[in-house]
């Protein structure tokens, strides 16, 4: 059974950075690709960043240069740095495992929700002014 389970969201101000963890259980696949996602209130679920098992990663203009996505295979956790917060980061932050290839998120142009068959739960970030 695959488990993800975010930790490491909170509040912080405008400027300052979070570094959220997403760890994996009961997902061993050597091929994948996993995601990060956000959802704010009254919006879509949008995607935010991706890796693969290459290494390759890929970011939504909206955090690109401020954010960065990494996983450490060893420990089977997905990280996700987030630096420059500004208040529109606000949201409920969400990983998600078992995507699409690279190829297919880079050929759309988005990193879409329906290509992930597994989510976590979520963690609450909150950026002030």
């Known amino acids: 059974q695959v488990q993800l389970v975010e930790s490491g969201g909170g509040s912080v101000q405008a400027g300052g950075s979070l570094r959220l963890a997403c760890e994996a259980s009961?997902?061993?696949?050597?091929?994948?690709?996993m995601g990060w996602f956000r959802q704010a209130p009254g919006k879509d679920r949008e995607g935010i960043a991706a890796?693969?098992?290459?290494?390759?990663?890929t970011y939504a203009d909206s955090v690109q240069g401020r954010f960065t996505i990494s996983h450490d295979t060893a420990k089977n956790t997905l990280y996700l740095q987030m630096n420059s917060l500004k208040p529109e980061d606000t949201a409920i932050y969400y990983c998600?495992?078992?995507?699409?290839?690279?190829?297919?998120?880079?050929?759309?142009?988005?990193?879409?929700?329906?290509?992930?068959?597994?989510w976590g739960q979520g963690t609450q970030v909150t950026v002030s002014s």
């Open positions: 890796i693969d098992s290459d290494g390759r990663t």
């Open positions: 009961g997902y061993t696949h050597s091929r994948y690709c």
């Open positions: 998600a495992a078992d995507g699409p290839s690279m190829n297919a998120i880079e050929a759309l142009g988005y990193i879409a929700a329906q290509g992930f068959d597994y």
